[in-house]
């Protein structure tokens, strides 16, 4: 089982060096946040993912969740780690500070979620949920609801779920059924089934907070019909205490291929008592609050996995001794080199290293433009919510499918023995799998990216989003990088407006690959950024490691850009003629 | 949970209209084989795969294997088909004639073969290793071997393993450690633990037949000094009745991430006794005559999963309703079109589709010269055994690594139905992963096709395959389409040629990049060539649907050869340069 270990040092690298995370505080009027507040923070949550949850990540997979008696039970050791979570401030350290939260930058927490990510996807992805659900209550709320419940929310005393999905709608929410009915006292009752309900129970917590997309009668048909409805798992009485038990229960777990310690529900409400959260058929509305947000911290869990999987199989590539290096005996007082020698497997390492550290960058400068959403003046904010609209189907579509990629290769790298539970890799990639489909499957962040952000507005998100990455390339000291990022930026940009004169089938046809397109020309500007920046750093092995990954990356990788791009223009017919009898000649 | 059928019009149209296999088979003096014979074959082997196995595949995953007491127990109704499956003769296809084999051509049986993949690759996988020791004691054992043993196996009254891995040695065999130490009655005593042994116990059958790779004493190191022996689980008395219990015991059933029915064992050899198989210290040729065949079989199992998967997607799009198409109202009497017209489900549907149909074509043509090399005379036996040869690592290392990839795009068109293990479609996925990984990484058959089978012999094996490949293009009816396929091959041909030119350094840098750059353009020829000769098909959904597939080929799939083939002159500096303190910045 590889142990994990949160890379700090590259972490503190992009916080410092090539964010100047220190100066965007003080620009942003946080002057309390400097580098030593967040090395302190980076350190404390490194301790607390690798010595609380990661080592309960492999043993949570072997036990998963009980269902007994309409209990959930979760593995052996859980509940403890999140009760010291809690008690250490993590779980509030975003929430408003109206309500005991910290307010802190995003930029600050996004590394320690990536952590969290890396060390135990299962047991984070509870919190996540709730974190989710502290942006809708706090956004869309009335005051009632907040002092209720936000404060409860925010420590993690609660926790909170989405429940969006029923058997047969997914994708399309409009064909949701549960319905909602409204009491006398303000209050609704809800019914229906809704499935997929992460953290639908566990053994955590008093209450759980569940926000539930439900319909009212007489309302449109699809979307705009939608109201959300915050429904506690009990009634909290006006003294704070809580009283019954809603009318609401856990129908099933369900059996996963993975994030098998993640007690995903079947969650049945019968008439339960729930409160509206915002307006009346502006449900969905409410609903993206927390599902934007959501979408970005799955992508963080792509690159958490991703982590965790290099890691594991760095490890291994050096201890692992089999055959002789084609360049020559490499370590001759051994029976054989260790496959770390091994061309084929130093190109699986460092495409491993090159997506994950490339990812991190973009993750990292998606949390400063959410710093700058959160705290700037309104026209920068305005801006930076472009920015951060454009760039989540990207963080969500590209990094949970490289996360499932990259932990393919860590098994690679291990051979048979990847294949074995206790090893911990196969864990991974199978953890790693579900991040591709919840949140909006792939499919559908590509088709948000190609019609809602970047056609819909004709590029307005589009020309925001390369603002920020001019200014990168602008800051790039060598000549011949700045121009080779130049050359990145400009065919990117200038096929991205070529696109948004498509109509919407071609856009359909061509999305997935816009997506990739995308990404792996992101990172390529990125890893350009970063190779130059680090050229001032002091630790040797930034220095050099920063510059030979860049070279590899735009070597071996950023050529993929080429096969996404070639298909972005050649339409749908190919997709659309052939008949439904021709797919298996019946 | 997907209904497999056999795509049995798919395996027709390949088997009779594009192979001709009829003429190839009197070609070889193979009189009693024609179109009726190949067609019962394939409807009987259809019916056992559909009814017989691929109903307990899901429930297989689930009980798993026990090991109680040392005896292995195999999940409900596992014995039963086996028992089925040997009296109908269908483990008997292959063997020879003399020990009651039906001695059927490979051709006629890897059909069959892909549909046991399909249907249940826990299940198969046990026959399948019988099939290699069969060829290995038919090819290298003694007189006496064969009388006792061969028989047995060709019925499957007895199963076969394959005893190499040990913990400390995987893809170096060199390293192997498990002794061998000679009686005096001509029997050997073997000593030692091998890990990941498919079948290495189970409850179908009264014996088991372990061929042991294992080293005698006072022999050269490395592979030099390695002998092969058939340790029998009990041994057999001289009226061939079955004796005492071996020296030799069930460690553990290991834990996978799929494959859980099939019983994966740590198999201790404790002074077992066991007998020669060929000559001493000339195990690993004999090795590698079961090797070679598995490596083909294996890549056969990507073929059957990739299958399995999308039928199962395919039926799903067809029947899930999720919002409208983008190209308009498709289902106007339903609430939802269903997702099948999504160009977005359309394009990973024909991705599934012509991967899968294009794998299945080269591993019909492989078996064809299998053929050959079986039963053609001499010149032309030897120069298909060399096209075999070259193909081997093709067909393992693409089409497991395309079984991986297909079987999650299945998984992506279930959305987050697609991680619900009673769906069927993730078990695929983790059935199939292990595919990559065992006789030999496709790591390892990268580098044997672009070291021993590529450069070795400057191009001679190449050269056998390209006339393979030439004589496809040169049927081709339709100029446009053959030129298509010309240039194609010319470019395959020359770009191997130039890297047979390369040092062995740059070459294990190219070797991944090699192997799909290879494949790719392989399967681009043999979709025009099928997509020609299925203009004559009078099977409506053939013709059409084969010409749109290619044409989908050639735009979507075949580009991402440039990808490969951009890295394959890249050298391996970038690989070697990066110092081992810049992967983790330690």
Not at 268 to 292: I, R, S
Not at 335 to 363: F, N, W, Y
Not at 365 to 374: P, R, S, T
């Amino acid at each position: 089982m590889p142990q994990y270990h949160a890379p700090l040092i590259d972490m503190q690298f992009l916080m410092h060096d090539w964010l100047k995370i220190s100066e965007h505080y003080h620009t942003l009027g946080l002057q309390d946040f400097d580098v030593d507040l967040v090395n302190e923070i980076l350190s404390q949550g490194a301790k607390f993912a690798q010595d609380a949850i990661a080592p309960l990540n492999r043993e949570g997979d072997e036990q998963s969740c009980q269902l007994q008696d309409g209990k959930v039970t979760t593995p052996s050791g859980f509940a403890k780690a999140y009760h010291e979570y809690i008690a250490n401030g993590w779980n509030a350290m975003l929430g408003s500070a109206d309500y005991d939260g910290q307010d802190l930058p995003n930029s600050m927490a996004v590394p320690v979620h990536e952590m969290l990510n890396s060390a135990n996807l299962s047991w984070r992805l509870v919190c996540m949920l709730t974190e989710s659900a502290v942006l809708a209550v706090t956004k869309h709320g009335d005051e009632n609801l907040k002092q209720t419940y936000l404060a409860k929310l925010i420590s993690g005393e609660w926790t909170g779920t989405m429940c969006l999905t029923e058997p047969h709608a997914g994708s399309d929410l409009g064909l949701l059924s549960t319905k909602a009915e409204s009491n006398s006292d303000g209050s609704y009752r809800i019914s229906g089934s809704k499935i997929f309900i992460s953290g639908g129970d566990q053994d955590w917590t008093d209450n759980i907070c569940h926000l539930v997309l439900a319909r009212l009668s007489n309302v449109p048909e699809g979307i705009k019909g939608l109201s959300l409805f915050l429904v506690p798992k009990f009634l909290p009485l006006t003294d704070g205490s809580l009283g019954e038990i809603n009318q609401l229960s856990v129908g099933s777990i369900e059996k996963k291929m993975g994030l098998k310690a993640c007690p995903t529900c079947v969650m049945n409400f019968d008439g339960a008592t729930g409160w509206l959260v915002g307006e009346e058929n502006k449900g969905l509305a409410c609903m993206f609050t927390m599902m934007n947000d959501a979408r970005f911290q799955v992508g963080l869990q792509g690159l958490g996995i991703a982590e965790a999987s290099y890691q594991g199989a760095l490890a291994y590539a050096r201890e692992r001794l089999q055959s002789r290096s084609p360049q020559g005996v490499a370590e001759p007082t051994k029976k054989a080199d260790s496959i770390m020698h091994q061309p084929d497997v130093r190109k699986m390492l460092l495409t491993q290293k090159t997506l994950t550290e490339g990812s991190r960058a973009l993750a990292y400068l998606y949390a400063q433009q959410m710093d700058i959403e959160k705290y700037a003046e309104a026209e920068q904010a305005h801006e930076a919510a472009k920015v951060i609209a454009f760039l989540t189907p990207i963080c969500k579509g590209f990094m949970t499918d490289m996360g499932t990629d990259v932990s393919s290769l860590g098994i690679q790298i291990y051979g048979g023995h990847g294949y074995i539970r206790e090893w911990g890799m196969e864990q991974l990639m199978r953890d790693s799998r579900i991040a591709q489909l919840y949140e909006g499957t792939n499919g559908i962040q590509a088709a948000d990216l190609i019609s809602r952000k970047l056609a819909r507005d004709k590029g307005v998100m589009l020309t925001a989003t390369l603002k920020v990455l001019e200014k990168l390339v602008g800051d790039i000291q060598l000549p011949a990088s700045q121009e080779y990022a130049k050359n990145i930026l400009d065919d990117w940009f200038s096929t991205s407006k070529l696109i948004t004169t498509l109509d919407s089938v071609d856009q359909a046809g061509a999305a997935y690959d816009y997506m990739h397109y995308s990404a792996y020309s992101i990172l390529g500007i990125l890893w350009l950024s970063m190779a130059d920046c680090a050229q001032q750093s002091n630790v040797a092995s930034i220095k050099s490691g920063k510059a030979n990954a860049c070279a590899f990356y735009l070597k071996r990788i950023l050529p993929r850009r080429e096969g996404f791009k070639a298909n972005l223009f050649n339409g749908a017919e190919d997709l659309l003629t052939p008949a439904d009898n021709e797919f298996d000649y019946q």
